[in-house]
């Protein structure tokens, strides 16, 4: 017989418990999911709420009202008492120099904007997601993409954007080529050094020494976190697609002024600023709530990807 503390032990005070495989494996499970948890951080800030609302709300506006509205952008007014009038109950923002109602040109070029961007972004993660995929685990093509990441990026971008658009003819594919072409081996590269620092991290390097099959490691380690990049990029690249749209607007090398851009808009507002400030400042102040929102969502889901911010 045994002690423990002046206490007699006798066998009649343990009980034998049998090895379990299954509890065993069991008892080391983590109910942790990785998209639920980047939700909730992301939902945890009051502003992330603010913007998903005040996103939601634009893009409403922009996609249904030209649809639903009866109400012509282009239509000119025949009298010159509804040119350059002030905003009203008539017309919310006011009209331009022939009569045009700006609130309505506003939606409309608020939804064309945002399907220019949308389809640059689309083309620029896309296309530099599966190359810089490819990028990341071929290395034998590592030192020509690293030389022609070199040659296109030491040309600035307004430059490029400029010549560019100066040399074709203006139009929507002129415009969507001039940004696509350059943003998406920005987009390879930054994918190509993510897979690289994925492919090297403790955790998978762990996997691989379990014996964890590689299907596995590539749907439960790698993909869920690239594709939290790919919406953090491509909410990016959105905001960035309207200012590039509006600035070459702003030059006259943007689409054909009889389109209704936010651009076109801001550089026709510019000039009557002085006199008739409401026609740029309205199309201004949607352009920055989208441009901000958009830009500011893409940071915070940023961070609430981070696993290290998941509790």
Known sequence: MEKYKGITLTDEMF??????DK????S?????SYWKSTIRTFFKSHTSKFLVVLTI???LFSFLYPVL?????NQISLDDTMWNSKPSGTHFFGTDGV???VWARTWHGTRNSLMLAFIVALIEVGVGSIVGSIWGYVKKIDPFMLELYNIVTNVPSTVYLVLLTYIMKPSFTTIIIALASRGWLSEAKFMRNRIL?????EFNIASQCLGTPLMRIVSKNIIPQLISLIIMETALTIPYSIGSEVFLGFINLGLPQDTVTLGNMINQGRANFMLYPFQLIYPA???CLITVSFYVLGNKFADASDPKNHV
């Open 99 to 101: 009569g045009r109602d």
């Open 23 to 26: 509890q065993s494996e069991e």
């Open 285 to 287: 102040l949607v352009l």
């Open 197 to 201: 620092s994925l492919r090297e991290s």
């Open 15 to 20: 009980k034998h418990f049998s090895f379990d």
């Open 57 to 59: 709300v634009l893009l």
């Open 69 to 73: 509205s009866k109400v012509d952008p």
């Open 28 to 32: 080391g499970y983590s109910n942790y």
